[in-house]
């Protein structure tokens, strides 16, 4: 823990201090009754969170686990649920050292956190915990659901922000954001738990476990598929560095020039998002042009110049084919028109060319006039900005070189990254 950046190190020391104070004020009383209903639904939560999902970042995992500590706060409130959280969700892993301990304490930590916030929310709003003869209240029910989903997703985005030094939003955007609506859908089922454990006892429960794992199958499978996709596109681009070393490199600057791009313009997430791909798969289409014009080091002849031209429609068959949404395909197609209707393809001029290839024709030509080729040397990069901006209304459009001149200092390589280029 010492190790830590000093922000994270306090944020979760804070964390484990707030979650300490929460379980022992709200610790459960000790009749046989409580402690048997504890016992039983943190086995529960233990099953559910025996085979967690991996993130996408690859250091955070859910569970299912959120129906069996939602029954929980229904069934006993806020005090023996919160413990009920945070000691039933211990995995093999946390007990037998594998993890470090103030992960472990950590993970406990904000759990409880989460439940009690939650309970205090459903009790504030009329909610009583569930009998057999108790009504069921329905908003207090709900937004208890909610308060926890809401209050356990800020303390993880938290606490892997500080980590990996990526804004809060971002996090919750690329790992979050479709498990909360998920994990919502499951709240009937949290219910239903509740009620059935109190009219029908611990054992027609259990039944409930086959639907847990099915619901984690699914999480996961989606899991799989995303990685699967982006593995994809890693594959896509090793195998165009492959063919072109020249240009190794190439694709993943383009990818980062045009999110930094796109952000200064103010475009959401989701465009941002598939540019970083398509940034990065712009080129793909050079696999289907001969090495003999790719490594050329000097001027096409027409012939030459005619096939090289072809790669933006082979480029966006070849991403068409592994179903990027959102215009991606016509963003590869043509990142090569001109502002001024004197590119290629199709001559499209101005807003006829779609705003994601505008911004990465931008991206593309500062990179190739940055860097070494065989055909030509790296200019410098101030030279490179007066470039773009003397082309800015015929190659570029205007908009999107004005986007480029507020990113340049964050985007300008040092000079001893230049040199490894």
Known sequence: MRAMPPALRRYVLLVI??????????????????????????????????????????DATISVSFVVIYASILLFGPGEASWIAAFGTLRLKDITGKVPLHVVMFNRAQLAISVAVAGFVYSALGGIPLTSAAPFSLVPSVLCGITYLMVNTALLVGVLSLSQSVPPWRMFISNFRWTMPN???????GIMVARVYMTHGPQTVTLFIIPLFIARYSFQLYIKMRRAYLDTILTLTAS??????????????????????????????????????VGVLHDIGKIGIRDSILKKPGVFT?????????????????????????????????????????????????????????????ADALDAITTVRPYKPALDWDRALDEMKQNSGTQFDPEVVDALIKVYPNIRPTTKEVAAR
Not at 30 to 48: D, K, N, R, V, Y
Not at 246 to 271: C, K
């Open 302 to 362: 027409h012939e030459e110049y005619e096939e090289m031209k072809r790669h933006p429609r082979i480029g966006a068959d070849i991403i068409s084919s592994i179903r990027l949404s959102g215009g991606a395909a016509t963003w590869v197609k043509h990142h090569h028109e001109r502002y001024d209707g004197t590119g290629f393809p199709d001559g499209l001029k101005a807003e006829q060319i779609p705003l994601g290839a505008r911004i990465i024709a931008v």
């Open 240 to 277: 165009l560095d492959a063919k072109d070393p020249y240009t190794f490199g190439h694709s993943e600057r383009v990818a980062n020039y045009s999110v930094e791009i796109a952000r200064a313009m103010g475009l959401g997430y989701e465009q941002v998002e598939l540019l970083r791909y």
């Open 183 to 189: 994990l919502l859908v499951f709240q009937p089922l």
């Open 17 to 58: 201090t707030l979650g300490f104070l929460v379980l022992v004020r709200l610790r459960p009383g000790l009749s046989a009754e409580t402690l048997a209903g504890i016992a039983f639904f943190a086995a529960m939560a233990f099953i559910a969170e025996a085979i967690p999902v991996h993130l996408p970042t690859g």
